[in-house]
């Protein structure tokens, strides 16, 4: 899971699909989290995005890292946020296998699966950042997150 401080967006979808996959055998589900900026290494969640996720259910323990070109050979699909955190991390791909790894969280979503990242609908694909927002922001951004893991998993339990 990639957005851009690796503090709101990225560690809710990693505490979303840790915890749902947590008792997965096949295909096993190593979930982690980066951002394309370095502001926040090392520190942990925004309190209002850890409080949401925590009130919703989900346990997970976070500190925000960097995401780095290493990170496509340790991985094998990296999940975006929005079109800027998508345009930086296949700016460090070095080659097509690894391009192919990345695609925006919310095109798993059922509702929007349809829409081509490439087109002019791509900001529809989009986690918008919640950052400093509302609490209803960062809920907003755990439904769109939600629904677009539960596709994410339908998906993968197909394979």
């Given amino acids: ?13 990693a505490a979303v699909l840790s915890n749902r996959t947590a008792d997965w055998k096949e295909p096993k589900i190593i979930v982690d989290s980066s951002g394309t900026g370095a502001w926040h ?17 989900y346990k997970h323990t976070h500190a925000a890292r960097q995401f780095q070109s290493s990170d496509f050979f340790a991985t094998d699909l990296i999940l975006v ?3 800027n955190n998508f345009s930086k991390v296949i700016q460090l791909a070095s080659d097509e ?8 969280l919310r095109s798993f979503d059922p509702a929007l699966s349809a829409i081509d990242p490439t087109s002019a609908q791509f900001s ?19 439904f ?11 998906e993968l339990s197909r394979q």
């Fill in 41 to 57: 290494i090392g520190q942990g969640a925004h309190p209002t995005s850890q409080k949401v996720w925590e009130n919703a259910g």
């Fill in 124 to 142: 529809d694909l989009e986690v918008p950042d919640p950052y400093n927002q509302s609490i209803e922001a960062y809920e907003e951004t755990l």
């Fill in 97 to 104: 296998e690894s391009r192919s790894k990345v695609f925006y």
């Fill in 81 to 83: 946020m929005d079109s």
């Fill in 1 to 13: 899971m990639v957005c851009m401080g690796n503090i709101c967006r990225s560690p809710m979808a």
């Fill in 144 to 154: 769109m997150i939600e629904r677009a893991v539960d596709g994410l998993l339908q």
